[in-house]
């Protein structure tokens, strides 16, 4: 069952999602072109990732002022009122990047939130990366070695790493035993052991009509 703040982010990716298709507004990040020669000099990798941190304040912003209307106009059509700022992070590159984030209310008092801080503070890609990584190999310990591209950057250390590991483990073991296996046409299946870690670990795998394989 879902939190209630987990429900509220939600439905607030799920209204400036209804908002960019109704509006289309456009998001322009200018850079001066020193400054991407700049970044360029320490590779492509730097700009990308700089260039796309921008971006995504640039749309938060956007989605701020949609919400209030103009600074010191008080339009009638105005959903929110500006009410404070204060620390937060968005997920950029597998990394969380602190940022301040805009805070704003709704005319009686509740908080209204941001439908793209929300988007950009989801860290499952987050924990896909660290999953698929850590298979390949790469350790805890030499994670935040390997992975840190913003001086500011943090939640890659060797627990929060390993932290997220063990919950994108969880989620793929769930999504594994619970996807529908009705629709498959097989035409064999092929049980096997094979030992990992001191114990004997069974396999079956169903071959379909079409020779594809699905791990059961």
Not at 14 to 21: F, L
Not at 179 to 204: S, W
């Amino acid at each position: 069952m879902k939190k209630p703040y987990q429900i509220a982010a939600g439905r607030a990716v799920q209204r400036v999602r209804q908002w960019a298709e109704e509006k289309n507004p456009v998001v322009q990040l200018m850079l001066p072109m020193i400054e991407i020669l700049a970044l360029a000099k320490r590779g492509a990798g730097e700009l990308v990732r700089e260039a796309g941190l921008r971006t995504i304040l640039l749309a938060i912003q956007q989605e701020a002022d949609a919400l209030t209307g103009a600074l010191y106009q008080h339009g009638p059509d105005r959903q929110a009122l500006r009410w404070s700022r204060e620390d937060g992070f968005v997920v950029v590159d597998g990394q969380k990047v602190p940022i301040e984030r805009r805070r704003l209310r709704s005319k009686n008092g509740g908080e209204v939130r941001l439908g793209t801080y929300e988007l950009f503070q989801q860290t499952r890609t987050l924990e896909d990366e660290v999953w698929w990584k850590m298979l390949r190999g790469l350790t805890t310990r030499n994670y935040p070695l390997v992975r840190r591209s913003f001086a500011q950057a943090y939640g890659i250390e060797k627990s929060a790493t390993s932290e997220r590991f063990i919950q994108a483990s969880r989620d793929k073991l769930k999504e594994l035993m619970e996807r529908p296996l009705g629709e498959l046409k097989l035409c064999a299946i092929v049980i096997d052991g094979t030992p990992f870690k001191g114990r004997q670990m069974m396999a079956a795998i169903g071959v379909g009509n079409d020779g594809k394989k699905t791990v059961l």
